[in-house]
């Protein structure tokens, strides 16, 4: 199926996404990247564990973060192309990707 807007879900398996938002994207994952290589430093260093789960929830905020942005791109994109072209199908599945994020 051919996408008529091409930062849409074409067949839900890729997304054309602007430069702005890959660049975006991939820096925070880069960021996320390097701080969960720094908690490996700590436990390799034996750093006290209270600091540790202080980085750790840190990241765990710049993932829910990163995934509170990704989301909101694809109801904007995708969700919202869907439902105009008549595919509502689209809101089980976000119902199921949003039931999935809660656990």
């Known amino acids: ?3 008529k807007n091409p930062a849409a879900c074409s067949c839900h398996k890729t997304k054309e996404r602007s430069e702005k938002e890959y660049k975006d ?3 925070r994952l880069n960021r996320i990247e390097g ?3 720094g908690i490996k430093s700590m436990v390799e260093k ?3 564990c209270p600091d540790i789960l ?3 929830a840190a990241v765990t905020a710049a ?3 990163f995934s509170r942005t990704l989301l909101s791109s694809h109801i904007h994109t995708c ?3 869907d439902i105009r072209e008549g595919n509502n199908q689209v ?3 976000l119902m199921n990707t949003l039931q999935k994020l809660m656990k």
């Open 1 to 3: 199926m051919e996408a």
């Open 25 to 27: 994207l991939i820096h």
């Open 35 to 37: 701080q969960v290589r």
């Open 54 to 56: 202080i980085q750790t």
């Open 91 to 93: 809101i089980d599945e």
């Open 63 to 65: 993932l829910n973060s």
């Open 79 to 81: 969700v919202a192309n």
């Open 46 to 48: 034996n750093a006290y």
